[in-house]
């Protein structure tokens, strides 16, 4: 059965940093997508970053052009995905989802609907 597993979420200061981590379970996700999505109370799931295949045991990463200065993203391995967030603000508050799927490409990591795992979400609060 695969699932999907987020941890590291909490409450931060403005200003402070936070790790996500997602751990992925039942098969390989070596050939896989895995990145991250997040959602505010009453807005859409929101693109965060995405790290997608590209051959020779490398994943290239993608960001929300508004997060790209601040969140890193990276593969641990091929069933871990870490989301570093710096520089928090208040508007990043939202539940971080880790999502994977196979299919994925530069072309459609923006959009929910194309990605068939999802972890359960971890809360991320910014608020002093």
């Known amino acids: 059965q695969v699932q999907l597993v987020e941890s590291g979420g909490g409450l931060v200061q403005p200003g402070g940093s936070l790790t996500l981590s997602c751990a992925a379970s039942?098969?390989?996700?070596?050939?896989?997508?895995m990145g991250w999505f997040r959602q505010a109370p009453g807005k859409e799931r929101e693109f965060v970053a995405s790290?997608?295949?590209?051959?020779?045991?490398?994943?290239?990463a993608y960001y929300a052009e508004s997060m790209k200065d601040r969140f890193t993203i990276s593969r641990g391995n091929a069933n871990t995905v870490y989301l570093k967030m710096n520089s928090l603000k208040p508007e990043d508050t939202a539940v971080y989802y880790c999502?994977?799927?196979?299919?994925?490409?530069?072309?459609?990591?923006?959009?929910?609907?194309?990605?068939?795992?999802w972890g359960q979400g971890t809360q991320v609060t910014v608020s002093s």
């Open positions: 999502a994977a799927d196979p299919r994925i490409t530069a072309a459609t990591m923006k959009q929910p609907d194309e990605y068939d795992y």
């Open positions: 039942g098969r390989t996700f070596s050939g896989d997508a």
């Open positions: 790290t997608i295949w590209s051959g020779r045991n490398n994943y290239a």
